[in-house]
């Protein structure tokens, strides 16, 4: 069955860190990988997917992602946050015959320390 | 581009009543709507896809009779929760997608039932 594991349920980092958030998934076709982000109370906004080609994906707001197919995980880095970077983040999986439907991890909040 | 609009925002109702949600699509003509449902501190749970003029496919579990899904437009999808009850407080969040894979997320609804 497919599914999308988030390890980390709460991480909290200082300004100005490199954060690095873990996303394992088990997908038995060719996956399709999306970050999500979401701040309190609101919708998502798309961070960046990842669908094929090069495998070290650029987003938007200084994020990337690295596909690892050997390890079944994409991880979603960022070199230095910021306070406005607190927020949930969800890592999401589609099927690439079937992506109208993804499926979301449990997501990991983010909060950054002063 | 892809912006996606709910409302309202947030909506409150007494117990047995029905309640409209609308989703639009504002700058792209929707395939593809879906409708998700978001308990506190959770991740997303998808409750229904909808294809316009056609009926919604409902996931396992959810009350087809409960949540209506109207998708008449290629612009506008319609939630409505029949006959609310306490239980169905939550927040509810609609998705649009067009051709691609991706979907794009409204702001959410947050219902309260009383």
């Known amino acids: 069955a497919q599914s999308v594991t988030q390890p980390d349920i709460h991480i909290t980092v200082s300004e100005g860190a490199s954060l690095e958030l873990r996303c394992n998934y088990s997908?038995?076709?060719?996956?399709?990988l999306f970050w999500y982000v979401q701040s309190p109370g609101q919708g998502l906004q798309l961070l960046l997917k990842?669908?094929?080609?090069?495998?070290l994906v650029q987003g938007i707001k200084g994020f990337e992602a690295e596909f690892k197919r050997s390890q079944s995980s994409f991880n979603l880095r960022k070199p230095s946050v910021h306070w406005s970077d607190a927020a949930e983040y969800f890592c999401?999986?589609?099927?690439?015959?079937?992506?109208?439907?993804?499926?979301f991890g449990s997501g990991t909040r983010l909060s950054i320390r002063p | 581009g892809a912006v996606v609009s709910q409302h309202p925002s947030r909506v409150i109702c007494k117990s047995g009543t029905s309640v409209k949600i609308e989703c639009r699509s504002l700058?792209?003509?929707?395939?593809?709507m879906f409708w998700y449902r978001q308990f506190p501190k959770k991740s997303l749970m998808l409750m229904a896809t909808?294809?316009?003029?056609?009926?919604?496919?409902?996931e396992q579990g959810v009350e087809k009779d409960k949540f209506l899904i109207n998708h008449a437009s290629l612009t506008l999808s319609t939630l409505t929760v029949t006959s609310a009850h306490p239980e169905d407080s939550s927040f509810y969040i609609c998705?649009?997608?067009?051709?691609?894979?991706?979907?794009?997320f409204g702001p959410g609804t947050r219902l309260l039932v009383l």
């Open positions: 997908y038995g076709a060719t996956p399709y």
């Open positions: 700058d792209f003509q929707a395939t593809t």
């Open positions: 998705s649009a997608r067009w051709g691609g894979e991706t979907q794009y």
């Open positions: 909808s294809n316009e003029g056609s009926k919604a496919t409902y």
């Open positions: 990842y669908f094929s080609g090069d495998t």
């Open positions: 999401a999986v589609g099927a690439k015959s079937s992506a109208s439907k993804i499926i």
